[in-house]
């Protein structure tokens, strides 16, 4: 069954603290895995994609690493902001059947 | 472009009454999705579109959801009767993909926050 994990559910760090965020998937065929920011109140918006060729991608602040073998991503965010604070969530996309799968996401609060 | 937009942003009806989201996609997108996103369940898919054909509404809960898309600028989610569990925030997304539903960059609306009394 194709599913996506994130963990964990939520975070809470200081500003400027570094932080990492899990995201396992048993999504099979694989064809891309993305990474989207919500803020409280508002749409998911893209921060990040990733094929199965690539293992490292930034984005400012962000980072986020695949490894296909384990079916494991992580978003790494580094010198925190209070503008983080909203929920990440982790989009695995299947090669059959268009599938696109989402992850509950992590919901990260920054405290100043 | 306004990005895809939503109506109404805020909807509070009683049960048993009919509720109409409205979506206005991205000029030029070719594919449309309604999702549902609650705190226990998170982001899930009900139907979407390809070039204004449902392809997939294996998500839609129930018979009292429907939707259509007349043409390449507008869709609407129905829900007749609404009931208290479908309390929860609807999106509409859209992505313009050169093959495939799942290789683009979903471009989500703000959302439709509706409450069922």
């Known amino acids: 069954k194709n599913q996506v994990e994130q963990s964990p559910q939520s975070l809470i760090i200081l500003e400027g603290k570094n932080c990492t965020l899990q995201?396992?998937?048993?999504?099979?065929?694989?064809?891309?895995l993305r990474w989207y920011k919500q803020d409280t109140g508002r749409g998911p918006v893209s921060l990040t994609i990733?094929?199965?060729?690539?293992n490292t991608k930034s984005n400012g602040r962000y980072t986020a690493t695949l490894d296909a073998d384990t079916k494991q991503s992580s978003l790494h965010i580094t010198a925190s902001q209070l503008s983080d604070s909203a929920s990440y969530i982790c989009?695995?996309?299947?090669?059959?059947?268009?599938?696109?799968?989402f992850g509950k996401g992590t919901r990260l609060h920054i405290l100043p | 472009d306004a990005g895809v937009i939503q109506s109404p942003r805020h909807e509070v009806t009683e049960m048993g009454q009919e509720v109409t989201l409205r979506c206005k996609p991205i000029?030029?997108?070719?594919?449309l999705f309604w999702y549902r996103q609650t705190m226990m369940r998170g982001l899930e898919l009900l139907i979407y579109?390809?070039?204004?054909?449902?392809?997939?509404d294996s998500g839609m809960p129930e018979d009292r959801f429907s939707a259509k898309m007349p043409n390449a600028s507008f869709s609407t989610l129905k829900i007749q009767p609404s009931e208290p569990r479908d309390s929860a925030v609807y999106f509409c997304?859209?992505?313009?993909?050169?093959?495939?539903?799942?290789?683009?960059?979903?471009?989500f609306g703000e959302g439709s926050r509706l409450t069922v009394l």
């Open positions: 995201c396992n998937y048993t999504v099979s065929p694989f064809s891309n």
């Open positions: 989009v695995v996309s299947a090669n059959r059947d268009d599938k696109i799968i």
């Open positions: 990733m094929t199965f060729s690539e």
């Open positions: 000029s030029g997108h070719d594919y």
């Open positions: 997304a859209s992505s313009q993909i050169t093959s495939g539903a799942n290789t683009g960059e979903l471009f």
């Open positions: 579109f390809n070039n204004n054909v449902p392809i997939d």
